[in-house]
């Protein structure tokens, strides 16, 4: 493991399995650390396959008192950052958190620390614990473990920074219920399970009207995240008596939580969640890559879920279509208004390739809708100026996010947190709709874009020069990650379109290949 001596949150930290795996992490992790934290040392350490991350957050104070206030199962990460937090660990029996209690005490006595902190540690499979280091500041995760203990972190510091003795002994630190937190992210989850995105909050509404819902953020509608932010929006925390019930807060926050403008993780945050290896605590820090081996790919739909969905979208359509034939005021209207007479609304409806023949009809707020033989009630107060609609599809409650709608029939739909693009046409549209040329796929082996918008830090290729499938092109910094850019096949260089110091843009052409 190289890793940055001054570093956090995955930044200058890299596995090397090799020599050339070596030099490329001594570059890029110096690299990383000199950016981040201006300095460009490193530490090399002993790698532990398939460990579980479990940190323990203690508290010293100037006269010599310290406690540890249980543990936090940090196991979720992607490239060595952490995305999910909980407390406590699920994995852990009391002797293990004892004796890892006692240990991370030990250390802060014994180079004299007082504040918060943290004592990081890899655990194994037979629970064995291994020391990682010690982060002497207050973790982002910090608010899972005072749900859990009731003791406000913040406060106990400024306490022991005015020279204040601890008020609490180790006994009296509880275990309450159970806490989760959600790094929600400005990245898109599809691309190495987030690379950045940037752009302009357009719109930004956090959940904490639900119950048991915290969330710390500084973020407020009309802020600009560039290349230059820390991707994080906000730190999401649910509580509950239990586990069970702390998760399905979580669920309910993540698709309650309104983000439009830049592109977000809350898809791969609930896939997490609800994910069966998750719930059962069958995790370690290779957890996504070895539940989505090919990268992640958003919420996979079941038959009645997908049902519900093309309800769903079926009812939005004719809903939106309903809204349109109304004039306001029109008792008092000179012109007289002939509403059509539609008893049953025929339509085609598009999803993943795949086309279905809709038929839909409403009374009131409730649309009966006709899909793949199957009859389903759907029921909401159907305002449409809403950010969020809560539906229920025969007797089953969801709240989804209609993100945009054209005049052409795509919808984006936000549905189980994952994000679905639908086309809803009548039947007579549908039909028309047949001699509409399509735009012809870009060939995507020929050309290198960049997946996501940051500084062109070196370009290791010319025009003329050959290069072999998953050779480097080109590094990228983004969010003060560097990232390497490779070829799709092998091939000549036919142009080269940046140059070190270029700021680029998601999608931005960088290289083409003969």
Same mark, same amino acid.
Not at 31 to 60: M, T
Not at 415 to 443: I, S
């Given at each position: 493991?190289?890793?940055?001596?001054?570093?956090?949150?995955?930044?200058?930290?890299?596995?090397?399995?090799?020599?050339?795996?070596?030099?490329?992490?001594?570059?890029?992790?110096?690299?990383?650390?000199?950016?981040?934290?201006?300095?460009?040392?490193?530490?090399?350490?002993?790698? $532990?396959?398939?460990?579980?991350?479990?940190?323990?957050?203690?508290?010293?104070?100037?006269?010599?008192?310290?406690?540890?206030?249980?543990?936090?199962? %940090?196991?979720?990460? #992607? @490239?060595?950052?952490?995305?999910?937090?909980?407390?406590?660990?699920?994995?852990?029996?009391?002797?293990?958190? #004892?004796?890892?209690?006692?240990?991370?005490?030990?250390?802060?006595?014994?180079?004299?620390? /007082?504040?918060?902190?943290?004592?990081?540690?890899?655990?194994?499979?037979?629970?064995?614990?291994?020391?990682?280091?010690?982060?002497?500041?207050?973790?982002?995760?910090?608010?899972?473990?005072? %749900?859990?203990?009731?003791?406000?972190?913040?406060?106990?510091? $400024? @306490?022991?920074?005015?020279?204040?003795?601890?008020?609490?002994?180790?006994?009296?630190?509880?275990?309450?219920?159970?806490?989760?937190? %959600? @790094?929600?992210?400005?990245?898109?989850?599809?691309?190495?399970?987030?690379?950045?995105?940037?752009?302009?909050?357009?719109?930004?509404?956090?959940?904490?009207?639900?119950?048991?819902?915290?969330?710390?953020?500084?973020?407020?509608?009309?802020?600009?995240?560039? $290349?230059?932010?820390?991707?994080?929006?906000?730190?999401?925390?649910?509580?509950?008596?239990?586990?069970?019930?702390?998760?399905?807060?979580?669920?309910?926050?993540?698709?309650?939580?309104?983000? @439009?403008?830049?592109?977000?993780?809350?898809?791969?945050?609930?896939?997490? =969640?609800?994910?069966?290896?998750?719930?059962?605590?069958?995790?370690?820090?290779?957890?996504?890559?070895?539940?989505?081996?090919?990268?992640?790919?958003?919420?996979?739909?079941?038959?009645?879920?997908?049902?519900?969905?093309?309800?769903?979208?079926?009812?939005?359509?004719?809903?939106?279509?309903?809204?349109?034939?109304?004039?306001?005021?029109?008792?008092?209207?000179?012109?007289?208004? =002939?509403?059509?007479?539609?008893?049953?609304?025929?339509?085609?409806? &598009?999803?993943?390739?795949?086309?279905?023949?809709?038929?839909?009809?409403?009374?009131?707020?409730?649309? /009966?809708?006709?899909?793949?033989?199957?009859?389903?009630?759907?029921?909401?107060?159907?305002?449409?100026?809403?950010?969020?609609? /809560?539906?229920?599809?025969?007797? $089953?409650?969801?709240?989804?996010? %209609?993100?945009? #709608?054209?005049?052409?029939?795509?919808?984006?739909?936000?549905?189980?947190?994952?994000?679905?693009?639908?086309?809803?046409?009548?039947?007579?549209?549908?039909?028309?709709?047949?001699?509409?040329?399509? &735009?012809?796929?870009?060939?995507?082996?020929?050309?290198?874009?960049?997946?996501?918008?940051?500084?062109?830090?070196?370009? /290791?290729?010319?025009?003329?020069?050959?290069?072999?499938?998953?050779?480097?092109?080109?590094?990228?910094?983004?969010?003060?990650?560097?990232?390497?850019?490779?070829?799709?096949?092998?091939?000549?260089?036919?142009?080269?379109?940046?140059?070190?110091?270029?700021?680029?843009?998601?999608?931005?052409?960088?290289?083409?290949?003969?």
């Amino acid at each position: 493991m190289i890793k940055a001596s001054a570093g956090g949150g995955g930044k200058g930290m890299r596995i090397a399995w090799d020599d050339e795996e070596t030099r490329d992490g001594f570059r890029f992790s110096s690299q990383e650390a000199a950016s981040s934290f201006g300095d460009d040392r490193l530490l090399i350490e002993k790698f $532990i396959d398939n460990p579980r991350h479990i940190e323990i957050q203690v508290l010293g104070d100037k006269h010599g008192n310290a406690v540890w206030l249980n543990e936090r199962e %940090c196991s979720i990460q #992607r @490239r060595n950052q952490k995305v999910v937090e909980e407390a406590p660990s699920i994995f852990l029996d009391s002797k293990t958190r #004892r004796a890892m209690g006692e240990q991370a005490v030990a250390l802060a006595k014994a180079v004299k620390y /007082s504040s918060a902190g943290t004592v990081e540690f890899l655990v194994d499979s037979k629970k064995n614990f291994y020391f990682l280091e010690m982060n002497t500041r207050l973790q982002v995760e910090h608010p899972v473990t005072e %749900c859990i203990t009731g003791l406000d972190l913040v406060q106990e510091m $400024i @306490r022991v920074a005015k020279g204040y003795p601890l008020r609490h002994k180790q006994a009296d630190i509880p275990i309450n219920g159970w806490a989760v937190e %959600c @790094r929600v992210y400005a990245e898109d989850p599809y691309k190495s399970f987030g690379l950045p995105s940037i752009g302009r909050l357009s719109q930004y509404q956090e959940p904490i009207h639900l119950p048991g819902v915290r969330v710390d953020s500084g973020i407020q509608p009309g802020s600009d995240i560039s $290349i230059y932010y820390d991707p994080m929006i906000s730190k999401l925390i649910t509580y509950g008596s239990d586990r069970t019930e702390a998760l399905k807060r979580m669920e309910d926050a993540l698709d309650n939580y309104i983000i @439009r403008g830049v592109t977000h993780n809350i898809a791969l945050l609930r896939e997490v =969640i609800i994910n069966s290896r998750f719930i059962e605590g069958d995790i370690n820090t290779k957890f996504l890559s070895d539940v989505y081996p090919d990268g992640f790919k958003g919420h996979k739909l079941t038959e009645n879920e997908r049902k519900q969905l093309l309800a769903i979208a079926s009812s939005l359509f004719v809903a939106f279509q309903l809204r349109a034939q109304r004039f306001q005021e029109h008792e008092t209207s000179r012109v007289p208004i =002939i509403k059509p007479q539609m008893a049953n609304w025929e339509l085609s409806v &598009k999803l993943h390739d795949e086309v279905h023949t809709v038929i839909a009809s409403n009374s009131g707020p409730t649309f /009966s809708v006709e899909v793949d033989g199957s009859k389903l009630n759907v029921t909401s107060t159907w305002n449409l100026a809403s950010p969020l609609l /809560s539906v229920n599809v025969d007797g $089953i409650q969801r709240t989804i996010q %209609c993100l945009s #709608r054209e005049a052409g029939g795509n919808m984006s739909i936000q549905f189980l947190g994952t994000v679905y693009q639908v086309h809803v046409l009548t039947k007579l549209a549908a039909e028309l709709n047949k001699f509409m040329l399509e &735009k012809v796929a870009e060939d995507t082996s020929s050309v290198l874009r960049s997946p996501m918008p940051g500084v062109v830090v070196a370009v /290791s290729v010319k025009p003329g020069d050959m290069v072999a499938e998953g050779q480097e092109i080109c590094v990228i910094e983004a969010m003060k990650m560097q990232n390497s850019m490779t070829a799709g096949k092998t091939g000549k260089v036919k142009s080269v379109h940046c140059k070190a110091g270029d700021t680029v843009g998601e999608g931005d052409l960088l290289v083409e290949l003969e």
